[in-house]
């Protein structure tokens, strides 16, 4: 998994702040936003033990626990873009299938501009 992808997608999901937990209506917790769904999803194919939210509120694990989830759905679909990884992570596992009626890919793709200028 891309670094500059996983920072972009930290700034969209929670301005960098791990503390942060008011996604899906406080279901999403950490500097990524993971639900439960999310983890449970990763410990099933991976054979990790993540907690939540414990482990989605450390930075490391949440970045860990993005990549598996991103490599596994990624890997599903064949090569993808980042775009399609991004839809992933904000829509499900077919999230790149279902397009962006929110403008989620705007905002990411803004954040990995302002990152690659740095």
Known sequence: MHATLLAALMMVESGGDPAVRDGDGGRAVGVLQITAACVRDVNRYSGATYRWPQDCRDMDKSR?????????YGT???KLTARDLALIWNRGPR?????????YWRKVERELAQLNRE
């Open 64 to 72: 860990r626990i993005a990549a598996i989830y991103l490599t596994e």
């Open 76 to 78: 599903r679909r064949g």
């Open 95 to 103: 999230g790149a299938r279902r397009g962006d009626p929110g403008g």
